[in-house]
């Protein structure tokens, strides 16, 4: 049955943090098929605007609560085109439109496999998600996954159509306060990411592959050897220290090689690395680090949010084929990808441990009131 929501959800959150442009080119087309960071930043709690929300009866009311009211920008034009190197074309929004605060969590989207029994993740064990994951994103789901999980929750009310956001309205959203603002690289501010090489401290306001690096030569020691299990270097072993290495800014050395030829081996094919994304990568709880201007939480890092716009690859094994724009950045990338204005290719319609989805939404009231 339908639940009626007759009210509009206007969440806005207003924070200000710095961070700067950084990093190096990662490419989610790239990536293979397929535990928790804490943040060393100070992290502030948004003050609410005063909002009406329909009563919460379940777990899917959780996402309904939090939906962002964006403006409509009839002027939206990209930063970047896809080459992430020129001024970006133009695409108008011309109506306002609401987007989750959150990424879609394995505990939610563990409702919709249940009530429609579609697969779940490759990364679930037996059709449960890890454990104490509840509150993680959700990963290695397809496009197609994502189209259904809205069109299931559109089922529920009866005032809203849920759907997938294109990317003009994710970057629209993304850089909140900050648009047309090309100082602010990042969705929550200015600063940049900086480690510390004498305390092993990074300090950064995203889950990016600069946090994952620093935890791993906290828990395992730079002279712990890894071993290369595949790739041309396959049986071969280095220490930690000698398979990476972490810049001052937080870039991480000899991650992975997006194509030419490789000296040597790179982490993404150790058996630390594999280790490592087992459970569906190092993701964080949802709403871990501090949002952007509009209440928007994980815009930058975390997972890519899969978007609803097809666009033709410039880089990696899908150059040249259209796929689906990708946003946001993961833990597995860089920070230059989680920068509010960098353009990612996903894969036309298969899943990835770095890949995951937010939902927008149409509010539509069935009876408007008189």
């Not at 849920?162 to 603002?181: I, M, V």
Request: hydrophobic content about 30%; proline content about 4%; charged content about 15%.
């Amino acid at each position: 049955m339908k639940r009626s929501a007759s009210f509009i959800i206007c969440i806005c959150f207003v924070v200000s943090m710095g961070i700067c442009f950084t990093g190096c080119t990662d490419n989610v087309s790239d990536l293979p098929e397929t535990e928790n960071t804490t943040p060393t930043v100070e992290t502030t709690t948004p003050t609410a605007v005063e909002t009406t929300t329909p009563p919460a009866e379940g777990i899917t009311d959780e996402i309904i609560a939090s939906l962002v009211h964006i403006q409509a920008r009839p002027d939206f034009a990209f930063r970047y085109d896809l080459t992430n190197s020129t001024t970006g074309e133009k695409a108008p929004i011309e109506n306002d439109y609401y987007l989750s605060a959150y990424k879609v969590t394995n505990a939610q989207y563990a409702v919709f496999v249940s009530e429609t029994s579609r697969k779940a993740p490759s990364y679930w064990k037996n059709g449960t998600y890890p454990e104490g994951k509840a509150d993680h994103p959700v990963l290695n789901i397809s496009y197609s996954d994502t189209v259904s999980y809205c069109e299931w929750l559109s089922t529920k009310y009866e005032d809203w159509t849920f759907r997938l956001p294109t990317e003009a309205e994710w970057e629209n959203a993304a850089s909140g306060d900050y648009y047309g603002n090309t100082s602010v690289k990042y969705p929550n501010g200015t600063g940049t990411p900086s480690y510390n090489a004498s305390t092993g401290e990074l300090t950064t306001t995203f889950n990016f592959n600069g946090v994952i690096a620093a935890k791993l030569f906290k828990e395992y020691g730079s002279n712990y050897v890894v071993n290369y299990i595949k790739g041309d270097f396959a049986g071969a072993t280095e220490t930690l220290g000698e398979c990476i290495s972490i810049s001052a800014n937080g870039g991480v050395t000899n991650w992975a090689n997006h194509g030419g030829s490789a000296a040597k081996g790179y982490f993404l094919q150790t058996d630390l690395y594999a280790i490592v994304s087992a459970d569906g990568g190092y993701t964080t709880p949802v709403g871990t680090y501090t949002p952007n201007s509009l209440g928007l939480y994980d815009m930058a890092g975390n997972c890519w949010d899969i978007t609803s716009s097809v666009i033709v690859a410039n880089n990696g094994l899908e150059k040249g084929v259209s796929c689906y724009a990708v946003r946001g950045g993961s833990w597995y990338a860089t920070s230059r990808s989680c920068t509010l204005s960098y353009r990612g290719e996903g894969r036309k319609d298969s899943a990835s441990s770095t890949v995951g989805f937010r939902i927008a939404a149409d509010y539509t009231p069935a009876n408007n009131a008189k």
